[in-house]
């Protein structure tokens, strides 16, 4: 069953506004990991929450998971043109390597 | 430090030949992961080596593909013979200890099978 989607799936704004994206999964997890994808790059990772932490910062991303409701997001503040990117969030499991991804929100920024 | 590295970073290939992908880890790293992408859908997880072990291969989606990883070092996935389905970017990662899950992906390969 796919675990970690996104919504939305688009979202464009306009550059100093903020970006919300969503992630919902299925099953109990150890972690979940946003990254982030440019056109044609690798993927980049952002943050990871554990199970037992409910919010998360770093710069001007903030993130939160809520693990009654099985979903987590993604707040990036003050977007700028440079955040204009695919973003996945990825779930990790207690005594697992391998990361379950949805399939991302495109977020574009608009000068 | 050198991040993970991938070759090609495209291949552009007719139905039913042979590709290999190439991905080197970063140095010290013994997990090392292949994930894809098909257009369009979610990235997923092919297998996971721990040095030059399989330690789960239960994403590869069928006996055309081959993964290795000799040595511990470098991993290869060869796909043989390629069907058009096996389009997409093929990533990897790689990551320092057992229980550390930050994994660092490289840029990708774009397999492209016409």
């Known amino acids: 069953s796919q675990q970690g989607e996104e919504d939305p799936q688009a979202l464009s704004i306009q550059e100093g506004e903020n970006a919300t994206m969503n992630c919902s999964y299925k099953?109990?997890?150890?972690?979940l990991q946003w990254y982030r994808q440019n056109s044609g790059r690798g993927l980049v990772h952002l943050i990871l929450?554990?199970?037992?932490?409910r919010e998360k910062h770093s710069g001007r991303l903030r993130v939160t998971l809520d693990t009654s409701k099985k979903s987590s997001s993604l707040l990036i503040t003050a977007s700028r043109a440079a955040d204009t990117a695919s973003y996945f969030c990825?779930?990790?499991?207690?005594?697992?390597?391998?990361?379950?991804f949805g399939q991302g929100t495109r977020l574009t920024i608009n000068p | 430090e050198a991040g993970v590295t991938q070759f090609p970073s495209h291949s552009v290939i007719e139905k039913g030949q042979t590709v290999t992908l190439r991905c080197d880890p970063i140095?010290?790293?013994?997990?090392l992961y292949w994930y894809r992408r098909v257009m369009g859908k979610e990235i997923k997880f092919l297998l996971h080596?721990?040095?030059?072990?399989?330690?789960?291969e239960s994403g590869m989606p069928n006996n055309r593909f081959l993964a290795e990883r000799t040595g511990g070092t470098y991993s290869t996935l060869k796909v043989q013979p390629a069907e058009l389905e096996d389009s997409g970017v093929y990533f990897c990662?790689?990551?320092?200890?057992?229980?550390?899950?930050?994994?660092?992906f490289g840029q990708g390969t774009r397999l492209t099978v016409v």
């Open positions: 080596f721990v040095k030059e072990s399989k330690q789960d």
């Open positions: 929450i554990r199970s037992n932490e």
């Open positions: 990825a779930t990790g499991f207690q005594g697992a390597q391998k990361l379950v």
């Open positions: 099953t109990s997890i150890n972690n």
């Open positions: 990662a790689s990551s320092q200890r057992v229980e550390k899950t930050e994994a660092f």
């Open positions: 140095s010290g790293h013994d997990n």
